[in-house]
């Protein structure tokens, strides 16, 4: 009885925000897997600000499923606010990144703690890097 009730309250307790560490580490480990598993998924992740800013977004040879489609023009691209953000637990050069799409957003500054909601799109790694790219975020209490 007494672990049952232990359970219980351990897991009406947990936190429905996940650190972003782990999600980083499983694609180092197998990016792909990782693709595949998170692919369009609504993620609750909480991390550290590392970076804030815009960017323009360049659309180029964009695919749409396993198809390759024409790439539009310049001008109809835009700039996206966004937040780069990390594991406070265990720092490493591995960060998410977070677009604010529809008006962007108004983030806080480096190193305060984050709760972000978004649409997991890919894993970017360069120079030996993991960046998670999120989109539709939102800064959530």
């Known amino acids: 009885m007494t672990r049952a009730l232990l359970l219980a309250s351990f897991v009406a307790c947990a936190s429905e925000w996940s650190p972003v560490g782990p999600m980083l580490l ?7 897997a990782a693709t595949t598993r998170h692919r369009s998924e609504t993620l609750k992740l909480a991390g550290i600000v ?8 360049d659309h180029g040879a964009g695919r749409s499923g396993s198809e390759w489609s024409e790439s539009q023009p310049s001008s109809a691209d835009h700039e996206y606010a966004f937040v780069q953000i990390r594991d406070p637990e265990h720092p490493s050069p591995d960060v998410v990144t977070c677009y604010f799409t529809g008006g962007g957003a108004s983030a806080p500054e480096r190193g305060t703690p984050i709760h ?24 959530e209490p």
Do not use: M, P
Not at 26 to 32: H, T
Not at 116 to 130: D, L, N, T
């Open 116 to 139: 972000v909601r978004g649409v997991f799109v890919e894993y970017a790694i360069s120079a030996g890097h993991v960046d998670a790219v999120v989109t539709r975020c939102s800064i």
């Open 50 to 57: 590392v970076a804030t800013g815009t960017k323009k977004i």
């Open 26 to 32: 499983e694609a180092r480990d197998n990016q792909l």
